[in-house]
């Protein structure tokens, strides 16, 4: 199995910044692939970034691109998401993902999952 755990979230002002890890452990050679979700409350979950663990090649979600910038290291198993720029609406639950495969940005592709780490941007 593989174990996801996610941390960096919590309470900025909008125009700030954040940076969150995603720290992977078990079966990790299983993983191609890892990426970002997010949910706000009352609305469904949207696609924020992925990288692929080979080659590094990048996604972002449409509402992200050119603020957020999705990175790994190899060596540590990490994968990271750099916010800039924030806004409120990017307030939410953010959860990382991790795949047996190239990258994609449908949650239901992706066969491991974080718990999820909190961000609240404040206007």
């Known amino acids: 199995q593989v174990q996801l755990v996610e941390s960096g979230g919590g309470l900025v002002q909008a125009g700030g910044s954040l940076r969150l890890s995603c720290a992977a452990s078990?079966?990790?050679?299983?993983?191609?692939?890892m990426g970002w979700f997010r949910q706000a409350p009352g609305k469904e979950r949207e696609f924020v970034a992925a990288?692929?663990?080979?080659?590094?090649?990048?996604d972002y979600g449409g509402s992200v691109k050119g603020r957020f910038t999705i990175s790994r290291d190899n060596a540590k198993i990490t994968v990271y998401l750099q916010m800039t720029s924030l806004k409120p609406e990017d307030t939410g639950d953010y959860y990382c993902?991790?795949?047996?495969?190239?990258?994609?940005?449908?949650?239901?592709?992706?066969?491991?999952w974080g718990q999820g780490t909190q961000v609240t941007v404040s206007s």
């Open positions: 993902t991790g795949r047996r495969g190239s990258m994609r940005s449908e949650w239901s592709a992706y066969d491991y």
């Open positions: 078990g079966r990790t050679f299983n993983i191609y692939s």
């Open positions: 990288i692929n663990w080979i080659g590094g090649t990048e």
